[in-house]
């Protein structure tokens, strides 16, 4: 489970790094001119985004399970989903933005459930996000057409679909609101019309969201959090 988790990180790593060199290299970074050399001094920005992530359960097994003599462990698996939204983005002082980025993501979180028989049962958990990142952007010195930064902060999650009770009780639910705390870092290039940021965000959910219904797949489970990596891709 580590190691899928970790080649998933690597792979958004490695597709922020190509699309950060193919567009630096685009434009002959060394020798050319100064694409919208006012654009940071405008006071609102508006912009799009698409999004790619990976995610993952974090779980604690609960009482229940260490006293259960079927149930031999709880896997969660990577899961990729893709988002889309808007950002806003306001000028708090030369170094400073506070950044709005509400979206739309997609998701399917699983988890094995394997059983000393050597059956595995697998519960997938799909639902679309209304979301709602508030970030503090921390932003270097402006090397031509090229800036660093950093963001922070904390995001709010609504499931939009409109759940509706599920007959179905034995299966792994989870709640249809969640907390976040976000940070993350990217490279602002400027082109000559637009400003193309890619970013790389962690996610790291604060809420138990298991819900309390009580079957073989919840009852195992005391906590159950969500952790993502996104990769942004900005046009402003």
Same mark, same amino acid.
């Given at each position: 489970?580590? &190691? ?23 434009? @002959?970074?060394?020798? =050319? ?5 006012? *654009?940071? !001094?405008?006071?609102?920005? *508006? ?6 992530? #990976? #995610?993952?359960?974090?779980?604690? *097994?609960? =009482? ?8 031999? &462990? ?8 893709? &988002? ?10 030369? *170094? ?40 503090l952007k921390y932003k270097s010195e402006r090397r ?16 939009? #679909? @409109?759940?509706?009770?599920?007959? !179905? ?27 193309? #940021?890619? !970013?790389?965000?962690? &996610? ?9 219904? !009580? ?22």
């Amino acid at each position: 489970m580590r &190691s899928s988790r970790i080649r998933n990180i690597l792979r958004l790593l490695v597709i922020f790094l190509v699309l950060t060199n193919i567009a630096m290299d685009s434009w @002959g970074q060394a020798n =050319e001119e100064v694409h919208l050399p006012a *654009y940071d !001094e405008r006071p609102i920005h *508006y912009g799009f985004l698409v999004a790619l992530h #990976s #995610s993952i359960y974090k779980l604690n *097994y609960s =009482e229940t399970f260490l006293d259960s003599l079927n149930l031999h &462990s709880i896997m969660p698996k990577n899961s990729a989903g893709f &988002s889309l939204g808007f950002v806003g983005n306001l000028r708090l002082g030369k *170094y400073f933005d506070f950044r709005v980025t509400p979206t739309v993501g997609f998701y399917e979180l699983k988890v094995d459930y394997n059983f000393v028989n050597s059956e595995t049962i697998e519960q997938a958990v799909s639902s679309t996000n209304v979301e709602i990142p508030l970030l503090l952007k921390y932003k270097s010195e402006r090397r031509k057409n090229l800036r660093m930064f950093l963001v922070g902060g904390v995001k709010a999650t609504l499931e939009a #679909s @409109g759940r509706k009770d599920d007959e !179905e009780v034995d299966k792994l639910r989870s709640k249809n609101s969640n907390l976040f705390i976000e940070f993350g870092f990217g490279l602002d290039i400027y082109y000559p019309l637009f400003k193309f #940021s890619p !970013e790389i965000r962690f &996610s790291r959910g604060l809420i138990n969201v298991l819900t309390e219904d !009580e079957n073989r797949f919840t009852s195992s489970i005391d906590r159950l959090a969500v952790n993502t990596i996104t990769l942004l891709l900005v046009v402003q």
